[in-house]
């Protein structure tokens, strides 16, 4: 069974760009959330969705948005970025509503000029 | 973030030597995980614990959760070189977010 995958794996942007990043869960699992992870402020959850539907959100502006298809498949997208946006992001996967079968994917490493 | 503290911040250690790794809050933890990651990789799942005064085991690695279920300590016996990377404790709280721990990062020198 394919683990959860992330794309694209790199991207570098510059101040003021938006950005689109894309996470296909395992094959079943119908709960994605999105974590963005900095040297300063370590692993911060963003939010999660659950069929198509935002169940938790974290602590991050606006400017952070997500969305979840009907296959499962989620999008993270950050507007007018910002230099402190460079950062990992991770999402993970889970069958759930239970964080102990959440599979992370191997993360986009975003870094804006 | 700061609603999960977790110490030492660093470790190295010799191969073959135990080690503990702590995770303190200050609320009420309702779900406590411990996670393992390679250097800008995702996240391996270890462990959950969610009562207080359990433990569990996987290999020679062991977490504990105290009573009050506000601080947990994974305990690695007699490490390797595999154990090296950055070990995270997550949490869920009464305000349905999930929180991570600050990271230890551990290396294991042969």
């Known amino acids: 069974k394919a683990g959860v995958t992330q794309t694209p794996r790199y991207l570098i942007k510059t101040r003021g760009q938006q950005v689109t990043l894309s996470c296909s869960p395992i094959?079943?699992?119908?709960?994605v959330s999105w974590y963005q992870q900095t040297p300063g402020q370590g692993l911060q959850f963003l939010f999660e969705y659950f069929s198509e539907t935002q169940r938790n959100k974290g602590n991050f502006p606006g400017r952070f948005s997500g969305r979840q298809f009907s296959n499962s498949r989620s999008e993270m997208n950050v507007s007018t970025l910002e230099l402190g946006d460079s950062a990992l992001y991770l999402c993970?996967?889970?069958?759930?509503?239970?964080?102990?079968?959440?599979?992370f994917g191997p993360g986009t490493r975003l870094l804006v000029l | 973030s700061q609603e999960l503290e977790q110490s030492p911040q660093s470790l190295i250690v010799q191969e073959g030597k135990n080690l503990t790794i702590n995770c303190t809050s200050s609320?009420?933890?309702?779900?406590l995980y411990w996670y393992k990651q390679k250097y800008g990789e995702g996240l391996i799942f270890l462990m959950m614990?969610?009562?207080?005064?359990e433990e569990k085991s996987h290999e020679k690695i062991t977490a504990k959760l105290d009573e009050k279920k506000q601080q947990s300590s994974l305990h690695i016996t007699a490490s390797q070189p595999s154990h090296a990377g950055i070990y995270l404790c997550?949490?869920?709280?009464?305000?349905?977010?999930?929180?991570f721990g600050t990271g230890t990062s551990l290396t294991v020198i042969p």
């Open positions: 993970a996967s889970s069958l759930g509503q239970l964080k102990e079968t959440q599979y």
């Open positions: 094959s079943g699992h119908r709960s």
């Open positions: 614990l969610q009562k207080g005064g």
């Open positions: 609320k009420t933890l309702y779900g």
């Open positions: 997550g949490a869920d709280t009464a305000g349905n977010q999930f929180y």
